[in-house]
């Protein structure tokens, strides 16, 4: 049975900065596809950064280009979101998912992932 542990949301002011954990059990961990998605009130999930089995950043959403980074520790079974400078519309529940290496269109869609943590939540304040 495949495990997540999610952690690090807060509440942050704008520029400041937060890293998300996200730990894995039950699967292994250094063949899975990795990625961190997150979804605002009222929106729908979407992709934020995807990080191959190799370790290559697969797909990082336009707005949060050169302020997140996706990292991932195979020996700790651990996924990380560094976000840095972060804006008031970085607002919302942040969580990671794990996939197959599989070859699709989309290597960021919210909807190719299988195995889900349970969400952190990350409020930034202006």
């Known amino acids: 049975q495949v495990q997540v542990e999610e952690s690090g949301g807060d509440l942050a002011r704008a520029g400041e900065s937060l890293r998300l954990s996200c730990t894995f059990s039950?699967?292994?961990?250094?063949?899975?596809?990795m990625g961190w998605f997150r979804q605002a009130p009222g929106k729908e999930r979407e992709g934020v950064l995807c990080i191959s089995y190799a370790g290559n950043t697969i797909y990082d959403e336009r707005s949060v280009r050169g302020r997140f980074t996706i990292s991932r520790d195979n020996a700790k079974n651990t996924l990380y979101l560094q976000m840095n400078n972060l804006k008031p519309e970085d607002t919302a529940m942040y969580f990671c998912a794990a996939r197959r290496p599989i070859t699709t269109m989309h290597p960021c869609n919210p909807d190719e992932y299988n195995y889900w943590g349970q969400g952190t939540q990350v409020t930034v304040s202006s």
């Open positions: 039950g699967l292994t961990f250094e063949d899975y596809t």
